[in-house]
C-alpha cells in the first residue's frame, strides 16, 4: 500500500452571533481537513487545528508545499516514521504553531487509515482502551459584549447542568475585576450543587494580575486554572503552581515531545493540555502522555476542533493510562465545547453526544467516524 495523494478542504462558516475569548473576537468557525489517499486502500481523514484565530490556509499551504511531496509514494503504515520524517525535514523553519499543526492533520489521517486498514479502531492501535466512555465538561462562557456579562454567564451556568454536565470551564482573562464579578456569580449559580470548575484566561495576564486572579480562584476548589500567563512565559507558570492551590494547566499552544519535555522539566505545570490538531497529532501525543506519566504530571487533551478532531481525541483518551493509580482514580475528562460550531453536528453521521452524563467512544475502525460528503461540500472554501 502506497499514499497516493494527501488533499487538503479548508471549511468556513461565518457565526451567526460572534463570541470573544480574551485573545479576541471568533466571527467565524474554520477548519483544515486532511485527506489522504492509498493506492486501492482505504482513505484517512485528520484535521489540523486551527488554533486561536489562525487562518486555515496557512496549515494547508504547509501540507500541499512541504510535507505532501515528502509521503506521497510511501507506506501509510510507516506512521512513526513518517512522522519523523516531516519534523526533521521542517525543523528549520517549523517545530511550532501551523507547521506542527499541519504534522498533526497528517498523523492523525494516516492513524484513521492505519485503524481502518487493520479493521481496529485507533485506542486498539495504541495498546487498547483503558474506558469506552469519558465524563465531558462543558467549555464555553464565551463574551457576546465583552464586559459586564455575569448575569448571562451564570444563568448558562445553569443551562450546563440542565443538559447534564457536572463539570464546566469558565473562559475569563476579560480585567481581574470583571473575571471575579464572573466567578462570583457562577459560584453562586452552582452552590449546593454537584460541579467541579476550571477556568481558561488563555494567557490574558502577566504575572502579577495572574497571581491576583488565582488567589480569589483559590476560593472555589477547582480542578485546575489554565493558561495563566503567556506560554513563553515558562518561570511565570512555574511561579503561579509554587503559590497557588489550584492546579496548573496549560499547554494547547506547545507542541511535540520538545516543547512539553521543557516544561515537564522545569516543573512549570501540574495538568498537560496538548490538542490533537496542533501537538504533532496521534504520535506526538503518545511521546507527550510517556513523558507525561514518567513525571506523574495528568495529560488532559484540549479539543477544540471539528468532529474530526474530536473523534482523534476520544480515541487517545480512550487509551490514556490514568497519572496515578488508585481504586479511586481520578480520570482524564473531555473538553466539550458548547459553543456554535456546524463541523461537530453535521461533518459525521454520528456526531459525538452526552448521554447520561458521559460520552461513548466510538468503537469502529480507525477514528470512528464517517463523514458527510454533502456537509463537506457546503462548507468548503475552493
Not at 525535514?89 to 506542527?100: E, L, P, Q, Y
Not at 507542541?255 to 519535555?261: A, C, E, I, P, V
Not at 461533518?347 to 477514528?367: K, N
Request: hydrophobic letters at 40%; one cysteine or more; glycine letters at 10%.
Amino acid at each position: 500500500m502506497k499514499i497516493t495523494a494527501i488533499r487538503t478542504h479548508i471549511l468556513k462558516s461565518p457565526l451567526a452571533q460572534p463570541f470573544a475569548f480574551s485573545q479576541g473576537w471568533v466571527p467565524t468557525r474554520s477548519a483544515t481537513l486532511v485527506e489522504i489517499i492509498t493506492d486501492g486502500g482505504p482513505v484517512g481523514w485528520g484535521e489540523a487545528f486551527a488554533q486561536g484565530m489562525e487562518a486555515p490556509e496557512i496549515a494547508a499551504a504547509a501540507i500541499e508545499h512541504a510535507l505532501a511531496p515528502l509521503l506521497v509514494g510511501q507506506d501509510p503504515l510507516d506512521i512513526e516514521v513518517l512522522w519523523h520524517r516531516m519534523y526533521h525535514r521542517t525543523r528549520d523553519f517549523g517545530r511550532k504553531g501551523s507547521v506542527i499543526a499541519a504534522i498533526s492533520g497528517i498523523d492523525i489521517a494516516l492513524w484513521d487509515l492505519a485503524g481502518k486498514h487493520y479493521g481496529v479502531p485507533i485506542s486498539r492501535l495504541l495498546g487498547g482502551a483503558f474506558r469506552s466512555t469519558v465524563q465531558p465538561y462543558a467549555t464555553g462562557f464565551y463574551r457576546v459584549e465583552g464586559q459586564g456579562e455575569a448575569k448571562r454567564l451564570a444563568e448558562e451556568a445553569q443551562q450546563h447542568y440542565d443538559a447534564g454536565f457536572r463539570a464546566m470551564k469558565i473562559k475569563l482573562g476579560f480585567g481581574v475585576d470583571d473575571d471575579i464579578a464572573v466567578m462570583r456569580a457562577i459560584g453562586r449559580a452552582v452552590e449546593g450543587k454537584d460541579v467541579t470548575l476550571m477556568v481558561d484566561s488563555n494567557h490574558a495576564y502577566g504575572r502579577v494580575e495572574a497571581l491576583r486572579l488565582g488567589y480569589v480562584l483559590d476560593e472555589y476548589d477547582m480542578r485546575w486554572y489554565e493558561e495563566p500567563v503567556a506560554p513563553e512565559d515558562i518561570d511565570g507558570y512555574a511561579e503561579l503552581r509554587s503559590k497557588l492551590r489550584t492546579p496548573i494547566a496549560g499547554g494547547e499552544n506547545e507542541h511535540t515531545l520538545y516543547g512539553f519535555g521543557e516544561l515537564m522539566r522545569r516543573r512549570a505545570i501540574d495538568i498537560a493540555q496538548p490538542d490533537i490538531g496542533s501537538c504533532g497529532g496521534v504520535t506526538a501525543l503518545r511521546h507527550i502522555a510517556v513523558l507525561g506519566q514518567a513525571q506523574g504530571i495528568e495529560i488532559n487533551p484540549h479539543v477544540w476542533g471539528s468532529a474530526v478532531a474530536q473523534a482523534a481525541s476520544l480515541q487517545v483518551l480512550a487509551a490514556l493510562p490514568v497519572t496515578h493509580h488508585s481504586l479511586f482514580a481520578r480520570e482524564p475528562i473531555l473538553e466539550y465545547d458548547r459553543s456554535s460550531h456546524p463541523f461537530r453536528r453535521e461533518l459525521v453521521t454520528e456526531p459525538m453526544s452526552l448521554t447520561d452524563g458521559v460520552v461513548r467512544i466510538p468503537d469502529g475502525p480507525g477514528l470512528g467516524i464517517e463523514l458527510v460528503p454533502e456537509a463537506l461540500e457546503r462548507y468548503r472554501v475552493n
